[in-house]
């Protein structure tokens, strides 16, 4: 047996690429995911992962996570769907970007705060996660999970865990605070109630909860923003949507460099070997597919764009699989050196 971890990131709509790619490693009987850690739409899905591992095995997983991507738009009108599944998500993307309808959307996102609809105000992701069962994500068994949040007044993470996860813990880990009313709950350390809003500004996701001696060495990131853009953005849609991408990917890059900081040390013979040492990264993505995609598909879930995502995650799962699962368990197949050279 296989055991892994995984770092989930967060990404708005375009996490049902991570729904593909858990959907994918159910398949695989011989990995075991020990740990999840897990940022917005990558804390929803690790709570869906994990709730449904509890309840019935990997089949209550996968029943899990298509129930969650249909509460979160996967069904819709079947009419439209019919007519664009020809479609490539990125025409689809283009269409949605430049319509009168999101255009006037994020205009007013921009300059119209969350909080000025008083009495009328909820945020549309509660009834989604309302529909967990508390009880099997806080359980002792199956995975252990992390879902990362970020503390508005200090600026620093939070990482919730055990029972300490909570439709509100979730909720906060996906809290855009151009879009939803910070999230409050109670700190013990700070002995007061805090504001938190996406944990992608501080962990996208966290790595450091992951660094303990009971869990598996391999540490598999999902990651769902482009590391690389080549062309420069133009649009104020588009320059925006990149501003996201890179602040958002900035945390797992400081932590990945640490690593290969302390790895490199460690070749060098000028450390002792420690927990970060053990640390072996890979990485399941589908680049060229996000570079297509834009900030629309992120905050407007469209059925069709949600189950090619699920197939695009399906697929990067399975060429990883093909080419790296002998290597689990054996060795980085992320060249952190290269990465950071």
């Known amino acids: 047996m296989k055991r ?15 729904w593909g790619v858990l959907d994918r490693l159910l398949d695989e009987e011989d990995i075991e995911v020990a740990a999840i850690t897990g940022t917005s739409a990558g804390a929803l899905n690790g709570a869906a992962f994990k709730s449904g591992m509890v309840r019935n095995g990997r089949d209550g997983a996968r029943d899990n996570l ?15 769907a019919n007519w664009m599944q020809a479609i490539e998500p990125a025409q689809i993307a283009h269409a ?12 007013w996102s921009r300059i119209v705060s969350p909080y000025a609809y008083g009495p ?10 309302d529909q967990f069962n508390f009880a099997e994500i806080c359980a002792d068994q199956g995975p252990r999970l992390f879902v990362c949040a ?13 029972d300490e996860v909570s439709t509100n813990a979730i909720l906060a880990s996906a809290c855009l605070p151009n879009l939803f009313q910070a999230v409050e709950i109670y700190d013990p350390k700070s002995g007061r109630k805090e504001a938190y809003w996406d944990g992608g500004y501080t962990g996208n996701p966290a790595l450091y909860p992951l660094f303990n001696n009971d869990l598996p060495n391999d540490v598999v990131i999902v990651n769902i923003n482009p590391l690389e853009r080549d062309e420069v953005p133009k649009t104020p849609q588009q320059i925006q949507n990149r501003i996201n991408e890179i602040s958002f990917n900035s945390s797992l890059f400081r932590e990945l460099r ?3 900081f302390v790895q490199r040390l460690l070749a060098e013979g000028k450390l002792n070997a420690g927990e970060m040492s053990r640390v072996l990264v890979h990485m399941i993505a589908d680049d ?5 995609l834009s900030v629309a598909t992120k905050t407007v879930p469209n059925p069709v764009v949600l189950h090619k995502l699920k197939e695009a995650g399906r697929a990067a799962t399975h060429r990883f ?11 980085s197949t992320v060249n952190l050196p290269e990465m950071f050279g």
């Open 4 to 18: 892994i971890n995984l770092a989930l990131q967060g990404g708005g709509a375009h996490g049902a690429f991570t």
């Open 150 to 162: 970020t503390c508005v007044r200090s600026g620093k993470i939070r990482v919730f865990t055990g």
């Open 96 to 107: 949605m970007e430049y319509s009168l309808p999101f255009s006037v959307g994020d205009a």
């Open 258 to 260: 640490a690593i290969s």
């Open 120 to 129: 009328f105000y909820r945020n549309p992701l509660e009834p989604v996660v």
């Open 66 to 80: 298509n129930q969650l991507w249909e509460r979160m738009g996967a069904v819709g009108d079947m009419r439209l």
């Open 288 to 292: 060229a597919l996000m570079n297509s």
């Open 321 to 331: 699989i093909s080419d790296h699962k002998s290597k689990l368990g054996e060795a």
